[in-house]
Nanobody
Framework: QVQLVESGGGLVQAGGSRGLSCAASGRTFSSCAMGWFRQAPGKEREFVAAISWSGGTTSYADSVKGRFTISRDNAKNTVYLQMNSLKPKDTAVYYC????????????????????WGQGTQVTVSS
C-alpha cells in the first residue's frame, strides 16, 4: 500500500516554470518506480515522465521532452517534476503514480502499469 499526495500546482504564464512534488508514504519509496501523468477534461490520462527507483533512468513523453525534468529524493520519499517553458497545452490535472518493482531500471510509460495514484494537482498555463 502506497499513499501519494501531489502539490505545487497553480497558475503560471506561458513560458514560465512550475515545480510539482509528490510525497509518498506507506511503503518503501525506494522500491517503487514513479511516474507523472496528466489529464485534461474530456481527454485520456496521458504519460508525462517516469523515473526508476534508483533514479538512474528516466523517460519523457515527446510533448514535454527538453522542457520537463523528473527527479526523486528517496531520503525524503518525494518525486518531483520541474516544468519549464510551459505552454497552454500543458494545462491539466497532474497525477503521480507508483509501481512497486524489483527492478532498479524499470520505467512505466502506460497508466496500466501503475498500482497507486495520487489525487492530482491542477496546473493552468495562461496565454
Amino acid at each position: 500500500q502506497v499513499q501519494l499526495v501531489e502539490s505545487g500546482g497553480g497558475l503560471v504564464q506561458a513560458g514560465g516554470s512550475r515545480g510539482l512534488s509528490c510525497a509518498a508514504s506507506g511503503r518503501t519509496f525506494s522500491s517503487c518506480a514513479m511516474g507523472w501523468f496528466r489529464q485534461a477534461p474530456g481527454k485520456e490520462r496521458e504519460f508525462v515522465a517516469a523515473i526508476s527507483w534508483s533514479g538512474g533512468t528516466t523517460s519523457y513523453a515527446d510533448s514535454v521532452k527538453g522542457r520537463f525534468t523528473i527527479s526523486r529524493d528517496n531520503a525524503k520519499n518525494t518525486v518531483y517534476l520541474q516544468m519549464n517553458s510551459l505552454k497552454p497545452k500543458d494545462t491539466a490535472v497532474y497525477y503521480c503514480a507508483a509501481k512497486p518493482t524489483r527492478s532498479s531500471w524499470y520505467l512505466g510509460v502506460t497508466k496500466g502499469e501503475y498500482d497507486y495514484w495520487g489525487q492530482g494537482t491542477q496546473v493552468t498555463v495562461s496565454s
